[in-house]
């Protein structure tokens, strides 16, 4: 019973594509979340969602964009592929709205390399 | 602006020795959340705790700890008879507020613990 899900785990694509992770949760979250983690390991927010709504959006090149077709789906797609967005992508997810008090349950993240 | 700073990068300790994990954080709210997350070697980001602002009773869930000192704007956390199971990236982060939702990581801290 996965409670965050991502796919695909692994991701190698070349300079110039366009790819989409996809994000599910079936915690009955109202919010959900994009990180990136770098090659240092330091994770930083890119997006928040809640309702389908975005309320954060943390400063991403706009090659990144992010779509909610409802409350338990957060996907992720990038366009013009760089080297430096290789890094690993986790999905998270909470309730309470935009409380910082709700504790994040994250996905087993996707590791994406750009060659 | 919210930071979070966890000075140590990495440590080594020997099985069933006791090992604490430094954080120390930065926030101009009165209102703020603090959490610890593990990343073992697999990769996934697993939440252990959340603390609030007005909460400074210590916690200890089986051998694990934590010390919130508001004084000191600390939020340690012990591990007491460490496993090789414990082996793993922990993270320390922020969330302020009622409006406030994203997650500051520290950098991590890199526990190695060896049989």
């Known amino acids: 019973d996965t409670a965050v899900s991502q796919t695909p785990k692994y991701l190698v694509t070349q300079m110039g594509n366009d790819k989409s992770i996809k994000c599910e949760q079936n915690?009955?979250?109202?919010?959900m979340y994009w990180y990136k983690q770098d090659s240092k390991k330091f994770l930083k927010i890119m997006f928040s969602?809640?309702?389908?709504?975005?309320?954060i959006n943390e400063t991403v090149p706009n090659r990144f964009s992010p779509k909610s077709p409802d409350k338990a789906h957060l996907n992720l797609h990038i366009n013009s592929l760089e080297l430096g967005d290789s890094a690993v992508y986790f999905c998270?997810?909470?309730?309470?709205?935009?409380?910082?008090?709700?504790?994040?349950?994250f996905g087993p993240g996707t590791r994406l390399t750009v060659t | 602006a919210q930071k979070v700073t966890q000075a140590q990068t990495e440590i080594s300790v020997v099985e069933k020795e006791d090992v604490t994990l430094d954080c120390v954080y930065e926030?101009?709210?009165?209102?703020?959340?603090l959490f610890w997350y593990k990343q073992p070697p697999s990769g996934e980001l697993v939440f252990l705790i959340r603390?609030?602002?007005?909460?400074?009773q210590n916690e200890i869930s089986g051998r694990y700890s934590w010390n919130f000192q508001k004084s000191t704007s600390s939020f340690n956390f012990t591990i007491t008879a460490s496993q090789v199971v414990d082996s793993a990236v922990y993270f320390c982060?922020?969330?302020?507020?009622?409006?406030?939702?994203?997650?500051?990581f520290g950098a991590g801290t890199i526990l190695r613990v060896k049989s």
């Open positions: 998270a997810s909470s309730q309470g709205g935009t409380s910082g008090r709700a504790a994040q349950y």
């Open positions: 915690l009955g979250h109202d919010t």
């Open positions: 969602y809640n309702n389908k709504e975005l309320i």
């Open positions: 926030t101009r709210d009165t209102t703020y959340y």
């Open positions: 603390r609030n602002s007005f909460d400074e």
């Open positions: 982060a922020l969330s302020e507020g009622e409006y406030g939702n994203k997650l500051v």
